[in-house]
C-alpha cells in the first residue's frame, strides 16, 4: 500500500482570507447616535479585570467574572461591536477586517432579529461574510434559550472568530430562515492552551440549537494549514459545514443542529485543483496540548498510569445532535470530502453523538485534471468522521454513503470510505463502544484508484511516533448495519469491516502494562457484498486481524467478489503483529459468522477462508462458527500456492471447539500451482485441532490440477487433529493430476490424528488419502457406495510406518468386502480394527468383525496384494431404530432442517450385543441418552453423535441413510398435541349509531407478530411505551379487530381524526377498554404507567382479585383491583422490595412480557438459538436481554405446537403473518 497521503491535515488554523466582497449596498451608514450608549454607561467590566484566567472556569464553572448587560435587540450590541483589523492567524502580522464583540459578559434576555439590510452592516460586507461576530478577549454569552434569527432568507453565521483567552456561549438558539453559507454557527471557535498541569480547555459552547430553513452552501476558503506547528500548504477550495470550521481548545455539550436542506451542494469549484468539503459539524476540533513538559500531569496520567480520563478535559464533544433532511455532499473535481461530523477528530473525546441524515453522505469528484492541490489529502466519504479517538453512546442513520472518483487524476493513489472513520493518526487511545450505526441503503465506492473501505474504525495507520499501537484499544458493543456494499475499482480494494488491527502491549516508556486490547461484543448485519477490482482484494467480514476477538457476531448476505489477487476471511487473520511484547494470552472466541452465498473468480487467491485466513502461534481460536450457503471459487493460480479453508486457511495454534456449516463447495483451478483445501483447516503445522466439526449439506466439487486436500483437513504436519466430526450429505466429485485426496483428511505428516469420525453419506473417499508416519487412532469413517478397485477405505497410501489402531469403518452390507488398508502401508503394530456392516436387517442392523491380514487381487495386472479386511465371526450386534424424518433430514430443499415431534424423544438403539455402549461425537451429550437407547435432535445444527462401545468400537454414526424408513409405515402421533384455548364469553358494547360491537377476546390461538421495531432496525426494549402505541397494539390482539380507516367515536379533544392511532383509540374507547382523563384528553403520546396497563389489561379477561399486595398500592388507589387482578393471574409482579411502583412508566420490553403472559405465547428458545438467521433481529437487542425471548415471541410470526404442560411451546417454522396491519 503506498503512503496514504502527500500531506495529512491534522490541525487546521485558518484565518480565512477575504476572497471576493457582497455588492455593495445603495444605502449609506445611518446615523447611530440615537440607538448607541456611550461605552462608559455600559455595567461591563474593563479587560483588565476579565482578560486573566478564571479560577471558575479552571475549576470547570464556565463562569468569566464581571457583571452582565442585558441584551434585548441587535441594537443592543451593536455598541459593543467594533469594525477593526485582527491577525489572520495567532502570531502573525497579517491582518483581516471584522466585527469584532468587546470583552464582556452578555445576557439575552429576549428573542431578536437580525436583519443583514440594516445600514449598520454598509461597507463591512466582506468582514462578515464568514460569520456576524468576532471575538478577541474574554467574552461569556448566555442566551437564556433565547432565539437570535436573521431577517429573510439573507443570513451569515452567527460567529465569525471567536479567538480568545477563556469564552462561554450558552443556551442560546439561532434560526435560519433559508440558506446560510459557509458553516451554521461559527467559523472559528478557539480558546488559549495553558500549562496548568492537567490540560483543560477554557472554552464552552453549551445547549446551543440551530435551526436552517434551508441549506448550508459553501464557502470559498483559501486558508494555511498546518501540521504537528509546521506550514504544509494551501487549503484552497470551498466548504461547508453544520457548525464550525474550526474548533480549538473548547468543550461542546448538549448542540442541535437541524439542517432542514443539504449541507453542501452539487456544484464544483471553478478551479480545477480546488477542494471541497462538507461536514455535519466541522473540519477540525483539536484540544489543549500536553506534552512531557507541558501539561506534564495529563501526559502522566495518559501516558504512564493509562487514565485516559484525562483527554476529556482537554477537549470534549458531548451530547451533540445532528439532524440532516437532505444530503451532506461533497462535489468536486480532484479532491473531496464528506461526513457526518467533522474530518480531524483525532483528539475529540465524543460522547452521546447522534447523526440523522434523511439522504445521503456524497463525496463526487469527476477528476477532469492531473493536477492536484498542493495540500492534498486522501478523498474520503464518512458516516462520522475521517480521524477518531474516543466515540461511546452514540448513533449514525444514514440513507447511502457514497463516493464516486471513476475518473480521478494518477496521482490521487488512495480513497476512503466508511460507516464510521478511517483512523487516529496520532497513535493516541482509541475507544468506540456501545454505538448504533446503520446504513439503511448502501455504501458504495468507485474509483480508478486504491480503496479502503470498513463499516467501523478501520484503524489501519496506526503507528506514528513513539505511541504507536502500544496503546489502550477498545472496540466493543457495537451494533452495525450496513443494507448493501458496492465496491468498484482499477487497483486494490481492501474492505475489513471493523477494521485492521487491535492490539497493545507494552507502554512505549517501558513503565506499564497497558491493558488488554478489546474487539467484543459487536454486532454487524450487512446485505449483499459486492467487489469488483483489476487489481488486488482483501476482504474481512470482522477486522483483518482478528486476534483476541470475542463475542461478536456476523450476518451477512451473499458475497460476489471478483479480482485479480484476492484473499478473503470470514473473520481475519490472527497474527502476532505490532507490538512484539504482549502481556495477554491471545485466544479470539465465540465468533460466529453467517453468509449466504460466497462467489469468487480471481486469478490468484492465497487465502480464502470462512472464518481465519493465517493463525499464528499464540492465537487459540475457540467456540466459534460460520455458517455458509453455496461456495464457489474459480481462479487460475499459476505463482502462488493457495489456502482455501473453512475454520483456517493455515492453522499454527489451538483449534478447539469450533464448526462450519456450509451449503455447498465447488473450486475450479486452471493454474499449475497448489491449491490446499480443508474445511477444518486446509493446513495445520504443529497444532492442535480438537472437538471441531464441518458439515457439508450438498457436494465437494474441486478440480485442480494439483490439490493436497480433505473435508476436514487437507495437509497436516506434526499436527495433533483429535475428537472432530465431519458429515458430507453429498458427493466428492474431485478431480486432479497431482497430489491427494481424503473424506477426512488428505496428507498427514508425522501427525496424531484420534478419535475424529467421517461420515460420507453418497459415495465413497477414503479417511485419510496419505499418511507419512504418525499415527491414526480410533477413527469412525462410514462411506455409502463401493470403493473403486485397490482402493482402501481408511488409508489410501502411506510412508514411513504411519500406525493405525483402534479404529471402524463402516459400510452398507454389499461392499463388507471393503479393503481398510495395505500391508505396505502400515506399521507392523497397526490393529485393533474394526469394520461395522450396517446391513438393514430387522434384528440386527449393525454387525461388527475384527479386521487381518488376507490379500486382495488386482484384476488389471493379476497381481496379490496383502491388504486389511472384514474376517472371522462377529464381535457385537446392535439394533439402530428406523427413523421416518431420516430423508428430511438430509434433505438439503429443507435446509436448514427445522425439527418436528418426530426429532423429540426419538428411540436410538433399541438392542443391544455388544456390551457396555456410550455416545460419542462433539454433540453427543446434547443428543444421545447415556446408555444410547433414546435421542434428541433440537435444531439442524448439532447432529455430530455416534454410538461405541466400552471394546472401542464404533457401531453407529447418526444418520446413515440406511436408517430411514417410510412414513406411511409409522404413522406419527404428536407427543404433545396443542391443547384447545376456549374463548372467553363475549360481550356486547353499544355504538353511538345504535347498532352494536361484538367483541370476543383476545385472539390466543394464532401466533402471528403484534409488535414491530423501528425503521433503523432497532427495538428500544427499555423505551417507554405511549398510550395510543399500547391502545393499537391490544386492537390488533382483539379477535374482533376495527375496520382499517374507521372512526368510531371521537371521545377525546387531543385525537384528531388525522392522528394515525385514531382508528384503534376510537374503537377500544367505545369498547370501554381505554379511557381518557376528566379534562376531556386522552393524551395519546403520554407514557402509560404500570398501574394503566394493568387496568387496560384487566379488561380482556374475566378475572377476579387476588391476594397478593404490594406496599405502594393502598386500597384506594384507583387500579387497587386490577392490580390484584392481573396479578393474581400471573400477569404482572412487583419488585423484590415489595412495591408495584404504579405510576412509573412500562417499558417496552415490560410490554411485551405481560402481554405474551395474557396471550399464553411462551418462545422456544431453542428454536430460537438454532434459527437466528430466520427469526426478525435488532441491532440494539440480543440474547442477554432479559426479555429477548419475549421480544422474539411478539416480533415474529410462527406456527407452533403447545407441549404437554400447556405453557411451552415446541416452534415449527417462522411466518410472515402479523396482525400488523398497519406496518
Not at 232 to 243: A, L
Not at 930 to 955: E, F, P
Not at 1113 to 1123: E, G, K
Not at 1133 to 1146: E, N, R, V
Request: a negative charge.
Amino acid at each position: 500500500m503506498k503512503k496514504r497521503f502527500i500531506f495529512k491535515v491534522i490541525v487546521f488554523l485558518s484565518i480565512f482570507m477575504a476572497m471576493s466582497s457582497f455588492n455593495a449596498y445603495a444605502e449609506e451608514i445611518a446615523n447611530l447616535e440615537s440607538v448607541v450608549k456611550p461605552i462608559e454607561d455600559l455595567n461591563v467590566e474593563t479587560m483588565e479585570s476579565v482578560n486573566s484566567v478564571s479560577e471558575d472556569l479552571n475549576a470547570r464553572g464556565y463562569s468569566l467574572k464581571g457583571s452582565s448587560l442585558e441584551i434585548r435587540s441587535f441594537e443592543d450590541l451593536k455598541p459593543n461591536l467594533e469594525y477593526k483589523s485582527v491577525p489572520i492567524r495567532d502570531g502573525s502580522s497579517d491582518l483581516i477586517e471584522r466585527l469584532v464583540l468587546k470583552g464582556g459578559n452578555y445576557e439575552i434576555v429576549s428573542n431578536f432579529e437580525i436583519n443583514l439590510d440594516d445600514p449598520f452592516f454598509s461597507g463591512k460586507e466582506e468582514a462578515i461574510r464568514y460569520g456576524l461576530i468576532s471575538a478577541i478577549e474574554n467574552i461569556s454569552i448566555n442566551g437564556n434559550g433565547h432565539t437570535v434569527s436573521f431577517k429573510q432568507n439573507k443570513a451569515v453565521a452567527l460567529f465569525s472568530l471567536v479567538n480568545c483567552p477563556e469564552y462561554i456561549i450558552e443556551n442560546l438558539k439561532v434560526s435560519y430562515p433559508g440558506d446560510v453559507s459557509g458553516f451554521g454557527f461559527a467559523q472559528m471557535l478557539k480558546s488559549k492552551d495553558n500549562d496548568t498541569g492537567l490540560a483543560k480547555a477554557t472554552g464552552l459552547v453549551k445547549n446551543v440549537e440551530i435551526n436552517v430553513g434551508g441549506n448550508i452552501n459553501p464557502l470559498e476558503v483559501n486558508g494555511q494549514e498546518v501540521w504537528s506547528n509546521h506550514f504544509i500548504g494551501q487549503y484552497k477550495g470551498v466548504m461547508s459545514t453544520g457548525f464550525s470550521w474550526y474548533i480549538q481548545n473548547t468543550d461542546i455539550e448538549n448542540i442541535d443542529i437541524n439542517i432542514n436542506g443539504n449541507i453542501g451542494d452539487t456544484s464544483r469549484p471553478t478551479v480545477e485543483t480546488d477542494m471541497v468539503a462538507a461536514y455535519g459539524f466541522t473540519h477540525h476540533f483539536g484540544n489543549v496540548a500536553y506534552t512531557k513538559d507541558y501539561n506534564a500531569s495529563t501526559w502522566e496520567r495518559l501516558h504512564n498510569q493509562g487514565d485516559p480520563s484525562v483527554l476529556k478535559d482537554a477537549g470534549h464533544i458531548i451530547g451533540l445532535n445532528i439532524n440532516v433532511g437532505g444530503n451532506i455532499q461533497a462535489y468536486g473535481n480532484n479532491t473531496g470530502y464528506s461526513a457526518g461530523v467533522g474530518q480531524d477528530m483525532a483528539s475529540a473525546w465524543m460522547e452521546n453523538i447522534n447523526v440523522k441524515i434523511t439522504g445521503n453522505i456524497i463525496t463526487d469528484l469527476v477528476g477532469n485534471s492531473t493536477n492536484i492541490p498542493y495540500s492534498y489529502t486522501t478523498p474520503y466519504a464518512f458516516g462520522f468522521s475521517d480521524e477518531l479517538m474516543n466515540l461511546t453512546d452514540s448513533s449514525l442513520e444514514v440513507n447511502n454513503i457514497i463516493f464516486n472518483g471513476e475518473n480521478l487524476p494518477e496521482s490521487s493513489d488512495l480513497v476512503l470510505i466508511g460507516a464510521t472513520a478511517n483512523n487516529n493518526s496520532t497513535g493516541n487511545y482509541i475507544n468506540i463502544k456501545n454505538n448504533n450505526i446503520n446504513v439503511r441503503g448502501k455504501i458504495e465506492g468507485k474509483s480508478n484508484q486504491n480503496i479502503l473501505s470498513s463499516i467501523g474504525l478501520n484503524n489501519g495507520w496506526n503507528s506514528r511516533g513513539t505511541d504507536g499501537v502500544n496503546w489502550i484499544h477498545v472496540n466493543e458493543n457495537n451494533n452495525y448495519y450496513v443494507g448493501q456494499i458496492d465496491l468498484k475499482s482499477d487497483k486494490i480494494i481492501e474492505f475489513s469491516a471493523l477494521g485492521k488491527k487491535w492490539r497493545t502491549g507494552q507502554n512505549p516508556l517501558g513503565s506499564q502494562i497497558l491493558p488488554e486490547a478489546s474487539l467484543k461484543d459487536n454486532k454487524v448485519r450487512v446485505g449483499d457484498i459486492n467487489i469488483v477490482s483489476s487489481g488486488t482484494v482483501s476482504t474481512a467480514l470482522l477486522m483483518l486481524n482478528s486476534s483476541n476477538a470475542k463475542n461478536n457476531t456476523l450476518d451477512y448476505g451473499n458475497i460476489n467478489i471478483k479480482g485479480n489477487r484476492t484473499s478473503f476471511y470470514g473473520m481475519g487473520n490472527l497474527q502476532n503483529k505490532q507490538p512484539t511484547t504482549n502481556f495477554y494470552e491471545n485466544i479470539a472466541e465465540n465468533n460466529h459468522v453467517t453468509m449466504k452465498d460466497l462467489n469468487i473468480e480471481t486469478k490468484e487467491a492465497p487465502y480464502i477462508s470462512m472464518m481465519v485466513g493465517f493463525q499464528d502461534k499464540e492465537q487459540e481460536l475457540k467456540n466459534s462458527t460460520v455458517n455458509v450457503g453455496k461456495v464457489s471459487i474459480k481462479l487460475d493460480n499459476n505463482s502462488q500456492n493457495s489456502y482455501m479453508g473453512g475454520i483456517a486457511g493455515v492453522s499454527k495454534d489451538i483449534i478447539d471447539s469450533c464448526r462450519v456449516f456450509a451449503g455447498s463447495v465447488k473450486i475450479e483451478n486452471t493454474g499449475n500451482k497448489n491449491i490446499y483445501f480443508g474445511l477444518g483447516a486446509s493446513r495445520a503445522d504443529g497444532t492442535n485441532i480438537k472437538n471441531s466439526g464441518v458439515f457439508v449439506d450438498s457436494d465437494i466439487d474441486i478440480k485442480s490440477p494439483t490439490l493436497y486436500g480433505g473435508g476436514f483437513i487437507g495437509f497436516s504436519k506434526g499436527s495433533t487433529i483429535e475428537g472432530n466430526d465431519f458429515q458430507l450429505d453429498g458427493k466428492n466429485n474431485i478431480q486432479l493430476n497431482k497430489g491427494i485426496y481424503g473424506g477426512f483428511g488428505g496428507w498427514l505428516s508425522n501427525s496424531t490424528i484420534k478419535n475424529n469420525s467421517s461420515l460420507i453419506l453418497n459415495d465413497f473417499a477414503p479417511f485419510a488419502g496419505y499418511a507419512n508416519g504418525g499415527i491414526i487412532t480410533g477413527a469412525a469413517h462410514y462411506v455409502k457406495e463401493k470403493a473403486p478397485q485397490y482402493f482402501s477405505a481408511l488409508l489410501f497410501s502411506g510412508e514411513d510406518n504411519p500406525k493405525i489402531i483402534n479404529s471402524t469403518l463402516l459400510v452398507e452390507k454389499e461392499f463388507e468386502d471393503t479393503i481398510l488398508y495395505r500391508k505396505d502401508s502400515i506399521s507392523e503394530d497397526s490393529g485393533n480394527n474394526y469394520l461395522v456392516v450396517v446391513d438393514g436387517g430387522s434384528d440386527f442392523n449393525r454387525t461388527a468383525y475384527k479386521v487381518a491380514e488376507t490379500v486382495s487381487t488386482s484384476e488389471e495386472m493379476g497381481e496379490e496384494v496383502p491388504v486389511f479386511k472384514k474376517t472371522g465371526e462377529p464381535v457385537g450386534k446392535i439394533n439402530i431404530k428406523e427413523r421416518t424424518f431420516q430423508d428430511r433430514y438430509w434433505n438439503v430443499d429443507v435446509a436448514p432442517y427445522e425439527v418436528g415431534n418426530e426429532e423429540n424423544n426419538f428411540d436410538y438403539m433399541i438392542k443391544n450385543q455388544a456390551g457396555p455402549i456410550k455416545a460419542f461425537g462433539i454433540d453427543s451429550n446434547k443428543i444421545v441418552s447415556a446408555n444410547g437407547t433414546k435421542a434428541i435432535l433440537h435444531d439442524y445444527y448439532h447432529r455430530h453423535a455416534g454410538l461405541m462401545s466400552d471394546t472401542g468400537i464404533v457401531y453407529d454414526l447418526l444418520g446413515i441413510r440406511g436408517d430411514s424408513t417410510d412414513e406411511d409405515d409409522n404413522p406419527i402421533v404428536p407427543i404433545n398435541p396443542q391443547i384447545p384455548l376456549v374463548p372467553l364469553e363475549p360481550a356486547l358494547y353499544e355504538r353511538s349509531e345504535g347498532s352494536s360491537i361484538k367483541i370476543t377476546s383476545l385472539n390466543k390461538n394464532d401466533h402471528y407478530q403484534y409488535l414491530i421495531g423501528y425503521e433503523d432496525q432497532t427495538f428500544r426494549a427499555e423505551n417507554n411505551m405511549t398510550r395510543q402505541e399500547v391502545t393499537v397494539m391490544f386492537s390488533r390482539l382483539l379477535e374482533n379487530r376495527p375496520e382499517k380507516g374507521r372512526i368510531y367515536s371521537r371521545d377525546y379533544k387531543d385525537v384528531p381524526d388525522s392522528l394515525w392511532s385514531v382508528t384503534a383509540i376510537s374503537y377500544m374507547s367505545k369498547l370501554g377498554i381505554i379511557k381518557g382523563y376528566p379534562d376531556g384528553n386522552f393524551k395519546p403520546n403520554g407514557s402509560i404507567t404500570r398501574a394503566e396497563f394493568a387496568a387496560i389489561a384487566s379488561r380482556f379477561d374475566n378475572l377476579t382479585v387476588g391476594d397478593k399486595t404490594f406496599i405502594d398500592v393502598s386500597a384506594d388507589h384507583w387500579a387497587y383491583d386490577s392490580i390484584k387482578k392481573a396479578a393474581k393471574a400471573g400477569w404482572i409482579s412487583g419488585y423484590p422490595d415489595g412495591t408495584f411502583k404504579p405510576d412509573q412508566p412500562i417499558t417496552r420490553a415490560e410490554v411485551v412480557t405481560i402481554t405474551n403472559r395474557m396471550l399464553n405465547r411462551y418462545a422456544d428458545e431453542d428454536y430460537v438459538e438454532s434459527h437466528r438467521e430466520k427469526i426478525i433481529n435488532y441491532i440494539d437487542l440480543d440474547n442477554t436481554h432479559w426479555a429477548y425471548y419475549p421480544i422474539v415471541e411478539a416480533t415474529n410470526g410462527h406456527e407452533f405446537k403447545r407441549k404437554s404442560n400447556g405453557k411451552d411451546e415446541l416452534w415449527l417454522e417462522i411466518t410472515d403473518k402479523s396482525f400488523v396491519y398497519d406496518k
